[in-house]
Structure formats: structure tokens, C-alpha cells
């Protein structure tokens, strides 16, 4: 079974620095967490790069869709200065280049697999190629999780030692059936959703849990006390200096 870690940051440390940037992945390694999420979508060129959202704009500025833009011109975007001065200039960076930082700063990695529509198996493809080419098959393996089964599918079919995590904002009817089927670790579900029941079904299962977004301590604390292992938190400062 996977050991989670008790705090987990969110797309790096998405309160301390911009997000899904290396710059916020250093900035969690900082507050001394020993994991972090990010999310993983294709560039028009098929380029897996850290992002969340379908569209640029947000956190780069640019109209356009990421779909629809190549590596060349998206890594070239300034994705720092809308979170603060003292960042402009952090790019959109690639799988790779943030593998490569998780390692030196001797980190583990939630690899949130995170397609644009229709680019299911092509994204969790080229992120198992990554991982493949770029991970020391002796260090311990990234955690892949995703919102789509069919991400997962391809994880197991073509990389089935990489934990798999299902990702969920409340667990449909049939979560068990696809955990056994994805033969996954994990299960991310949204914190507002869980329950103590819904919590001590999860862990009579077998699953390791991992809750999201949870930013605020008391909130915290009462999920650990439910049997939840990881908070997955923009704050990880806060929360290992108030849980540890
Ligand atoms: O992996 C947990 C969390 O990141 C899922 O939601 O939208 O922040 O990627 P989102
Ligand atoms: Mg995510």
C-alpha cells in the first residue's frame, strides 16, 4: 500500500507562489512537505506541460486554448507575474523539467493527469513516456492520479508498477468497482463531499485517502480525525506547521 504523506501541496503551493510553476514547487519543498500535486494536460504539439485549465488566460494572460498552442509558444509565456512581481518571468514548464526539480529537491510527486476534451489516452501516453524516460526506475514512483477513468485505463495498461489514484468531487455509485478495475492506491476526493461515514467506507475498503482543496486548519483536522491521510493544501506551510 502507498503511504500518503499527512500534507500534500496543491499544484506546488498554490497560496506562495503562482501556480503549477517550478517556482511553486520549490516553494513547497520550503515548508518542508514531502510530496506535491500538479496538473498535467498536452500542448497543441503534444507536449506534456504543468497547467489547469483548458484556456490560457488566467494565469497567463494570453487569449487562447492550450489545445490549440504549441510548446514553442506556450513556454515561452509569462506564467508568474499575475501572482506577484517577484515572480514574473516563471514559465509554463514541462513534465520533465518539473520531474527532474522534484527529484533534486527530493520530493515525491502527485502527477494529476488533467487532458483537454478528447485528449484522454493521448495525455496519460505521453505522461507515462515521461515518466518512464525521465524517473529513476530505483527512486519511488511518481502517483498518478486523474479525474478520468480512461487516464488511469492507460497507466495501468502500459505502466501498471505506477500507483494510480482516482480522483473524485463526490465518489459516483460504482467507485469501487472502477478502483478494483483501475487497480488503484488511492482515492482524491473533494474534502466539502466527505463524511465520517463516507470517510470509514473508503478506509474499510482498503484505500488510501487524499482529500482537496483544504485550506483551513479546524477543517483539517476534523478529516484526519475521520481517518483521511492527506490534505492536499495551497497552504502548506500552515498546515505542517499547525498538523505535524
Ligand atoms: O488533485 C487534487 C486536485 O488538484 C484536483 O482538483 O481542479 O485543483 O486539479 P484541481
Ligand atoms: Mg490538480
Same mark, same amino acid.
Given at each position: 500500500m502507498l503511504a500518503l504523506p499527512r500534507v500534500m501541496g496543491h499544484r506546488g503551493a498554490a497560496a506562495l507562489a503562482p501556480e503549477n510553476t517550478l517556482a511553486s514547487i520549490r516553494r513547497a519543498a520550503a515548508t518542508g512537505v514531502s510530496w506535491v500535486e500538479f496538473d498535467v494536460m498536452l500542448t497543441s504539439d503534444s507536449v506534456p506541460i504543468l497547467f489547469?485549465?483548458?484556456?490560457?488566460?488566467?494565469?497567463?494572460?494570453?487569449? &487562447?486554448l492550450m489545445a490549440e498552442t504549441p510548446c514553442a509558444v506556450v513556454c515561452t509565456l509569462e506564467a508568474g507575474a499575475w501572482f &506577484?512581481?517577484?515572480?514574473? &518571468?516563471?514559465p509554463v514548464p514541462t513534465l520533465e523539467a518539473a520531474l527532474a526539480l522534484v527529484r533534486e529537491l527530493g520530493l515525491r510527486a502527485n502527477v494529476e493527469?488533467?487532458?483537454?476534451?478528447?485528449?484522454e489516452r493521448e495525455t496519460a501516453a505521453a505522461v507515462v513516456e515521461v515518466v518512464e524516460r525521465?524517473?529513476?526506475?530505483a527512486a519511488p514512483p511518481p502517483l498518478i492520479s486523474s479525474f478520468k477513468r480512461d487516464c488511469l485505463a492507460v497507466v495501468q495498461d502500459r505502466a501498471p508498477a505506477l500507483p494510480r489514484g482516482l480522483l473524485a468531487l463526490r465518489l459516483p455509485r460504482d467507485w469501487i468497482s472502477a478502483a478494483r478495475a483501475l487497480e488503484c492506491s488511492t482515492l482524491h476526493v473533494a474534502g466539502r463531499w466527505l463524511t465520517a461515514k463516507r470517510v470509514a467506507r473508503i478506509k474499510a475498503a482498503g484505500y488510501g485517502l487524499a482529500t482537496f482543496t483544504i485550506n483551513d486548519v479546524t477543517q483539517a483536522r476534523k478529516l484526519l480525525d475521520w481517518g483521511v491521510e492527506c490534505i492536499i493544501t495551497d497552504s502548506p506551510d500552515v498546515m505542517v506547521s499547525a498538523l505535524s
Open positions: 489547469h485549465d483548458d484556456k490560457l488566460e488566467r494565469t497567463t494572460g494570453r487569449k &487562447g &506577484g512581481a517577484e515572480f514574473a &518571468g516563471e493527469i488533467k487532458p483537454t476534451p478528447g485528449r525521465c524517473w529513476p526506475a
